[in-house]
């Protein structure tokens, strides 16, 4: 079965500076995809970016990219200039080719002003 | 445009009783997931379905059932509940991957107490 881990519990970043979220997977399949979801204090699971394993390209979205190392497999998030409502947990997960989800156990994200 | 949604938001239940939370998705979404979260820990999929009259297991699945008879609808019952499934119990659904974005929306979550 495919595993996903987040080696990090915590991390610190000052306020407006990049910080890097590490995940690395596990997996024999070809065709997968990788995700990254936040969650702040109040609970609720917000979808930031996806990247598929045939993708070329790294996926970007607004201050959130993915770089993408496919024959390290790692998966990791790149958020820039760090705000204060970033502070958060971040978790990186991955569908298999059968669809199924696996998330890695998480990354307390804080923004320090 | 709702998105997902989850009914109830919170419930406490006995040991053995049995109880079905609903999902909705009103974006046409073929995926729909069902995750539970304990505290300090990443999601665990229970269930998921790739499609209305379809259902898979997932990494969690004793205790549980699911049901797809519509689309936008996803059902996860517990026959008989124990203090093991007190949990909170998201449910997901996501945008295919045949062209297009993909991204999977959540719902708000349901807070389930089993004594």
């Known amino acids: 079965a495919q595993k996903i881990t987040q080696t990090q519990p915590g991390m610190f970043v000052q306020e407006k500076e990049a910080v890097t979220l590490d995940c690395t997977y596990d997996t024999s399949d070809q065709s997968y995809g990788l995700f990254w979801y936040k969650q702040p204090s109040s609970g609720e699971m917000i979808f930031l970016i996806y990247q598929g394993s045939y993708d070329e390209q790294n996926a970007t979205e607004g201050r959130y990219s993915l770089n993408f190392q496919k024959a390290r497999k790692s998966a990791n998030l790149v958020i820039s200039a760090s705000q204060l409502g970033d502070s958060a947990m971040y978790f990186c997960?991955?569908?298999?080719?059968?669809?199924?989800?696996?998330f890695g156990a998480g990354t307390r994200l804080t923004v320090k002003p | 445009n709702a998105g997902v949604t989850q009914t109830p938001k919170f419930r406490v239940l006995k040991t053995g009783q049995s109880m079905t939370l609903l999902c909705a998705q009103d974006m046409n979404h073929e995926y729909m997931y069902w995750y539970r979260q304990d505290p300090g820990m990443g999601l665990r999929l229970i269930h998921y379905?790739?499609?209305?009259?379809?259902?898979a297991k997932g990494e969690v699945p004793d205790g549980y059932n699911v049901s797809r008879l519509k689309k936008q609808n996803f059902l996860l019952g517990l026959e008989s509940a124990a203090p093991s499934q007190t949990s909170v119990y998201f449910c997901a659904s996501l945008t295919p991957t045949s062209g297009g974005r993909t991204a999977q929306y959540f719902g708000p979550g349901t807070r389930l107490l089993v004594l």
């Open positions: 379905s790739v499609g209305e009259g379809t259902t």
């Open positions: 997960a991955m569908r298999d080719n059968n669809n199924d989800m696996r």
